[in-house]
């Protein structure tokens, strides 16, 4: 459950900006703000039924997108191989690591 959570909020922050404004809301309200379907419904005017459908289609978009482009997998791999090289007792081998690491943050 832990993993489906930190899942879908790893495709939000990626794929977020992707979303119409009440699919981000609404996956954000229940996703990152931990908010039931009814919390959800009365902040947003709309009927339990309708939440829990666009979470479920918002979902399968998300999901979608990363099938297409793997962002996310590919951004864990990328995370693992910088932890792999800052392991590395070389001290060319960790500025040019930091300096790859820098350059993502930046882009983001």
């Known amino acids: 459950?832990?993993?489906?959570?930190?899942?879908?909020?790893?495709?939000?922050?990626?794929?977020?900006?992707?979303?119409?404004?009440k699919q981000q809301q609404i996956m954000r309200l229940h996703y990152s703000e931990d908010l039931s379907l009814n919390e959800i419904a009365e902040e947003?005017?709309?009927?339990?039924?309708a939440v829990s459908d666009l979470i479920r289609r918002t979902g399968k978009i998300l999901e979608d997108?990363?099938?297409k482009l793997h962002i996310e997998e590919?951004?864990?791999l990328r995370r693992e191989l910088y932890n792999q090289l800052l392991s590395i007792q070389d001290?060319?081998?960790?500025?040019?690591t930091n300096q790859l690491i820098n350059m993502e943050s930046e882009e983001i």
């Open 91 to 96: 001290e060319k081998v960790l500025e040019y």
């Open 74 to 76: 590919k951004s864990k």
């Open 1 to 21: 459950m832990i993993e489906d959570l930190d899942r879908m909020n790893s495709l939000l922050d990626i794929y977020g900006p992707l979303l119409t404004v």
């Open 44 to 49: 947003t005017g709309t009927s339990k039924a």
């Open 65 to 67: 997108y990363e099938s």
